[in-house]
């Protein structure tokens, strides 16, 4: 138990060390990110943005910094002959598992539920920052502008006299034709909460007229979708990735969801599980990667954890994305392929590293 214990507080601290290198290496990336997605932000645009871009980060950066600690510190006692001792001692080094999964376990049902309630609303805020952003920056744009480009549309006017434009051409893309537009005045307005958002386009004195423009006190307005305008900025809250578990759960449990939802939603609450459940398979690659290696050096860790998690990651992302789009596997079998491939390997390096 005395040996447990010892492990068990040397892996706590690894992981607040790999946890504080990892924030070193990577905030002050997300941090000019921020600022170059958001265009010239204010300190508390910034401020409000950084902490959900990072919460969003969290479920990737806290595995890895756990496969760190633990390949460091089951490498340390490789390295310093402490295995060789503990095995003196008529204890199996396998026994000196159970310290990683007491930190695994809450780490997992942890991360579970913040994948599963929180970082919905976390990535849903997220993107209605950066469209707010980009909606300041067009008003901004707009001032003295005789030119105003917005998505693959454009506004050519003579003058801008206090935000009313004169003499304009407005060019629209109407399915890929070119429509010309022409009208003595005009205004621009940002409207939100509309499905959305829109950006009306208040047109008097039109000399072509469009079907599907509407005629309001005199002015004749074109509404355009923020979400069209700015598609990387776009936020739809019926996406599975923008709902909680519960929520598809729920939707789930009735008989109203379309079969293609149906899977999208199993997908995504199941994708969420599988990903949570990273740190086990990581306890069950460490522990023989560390004893491997018998080196205990921070690159020696460091280099093995990348190598696992950016290929873990990469697999995640991409195999069971495809699985589940071409209806090759359902989607419970689509969200677990992965873990399923990192606990044979897992289990075959762990059997060979302790039990020989």
Known sequence: MRIQLYVLRQLVIAIVFALAGLAVIVLPTIAIQAVSRLGAPSMGTVATYLPLVVSELVPYLLPMAFLLAVVATYGRLAAERELIAI????IHPAKLALPGLLVALPLVFGTDRLLAEYSPDLKFRQRGLLMDSEVSRFQTYLKGRLEIPFGKNTLLAGSNRDGVLYDVVLTLQDEGKEVQISADEARIEVREGVDGGQLLVH??????LREDSSYNQGWLTFPFQLSDLWPKAKRERGKPRYLRSSEMGAELAGDTLAAELRDDYMYEIQRRHALSAMYLLFLLLGIPTGVALRSGTPLGAFTG???????YYLLAMRLGKVLAATGAVGPLVAAWATNG???????VFFVRALWR
Request: proline residues 0%; positive net charge; hydrophobic residues 65%.
């Open 87 to 90: 095995k003196m001692a008529g």
């Open 203 to 208: 047109l008097k004195g039109m000399r072509v």
């Open 305 to 311: 954890a990348v190598g696992y998690a950016l290929l």
């Open 341 to 347: 491939l990192f606990l044979a390997v897992g289990l």
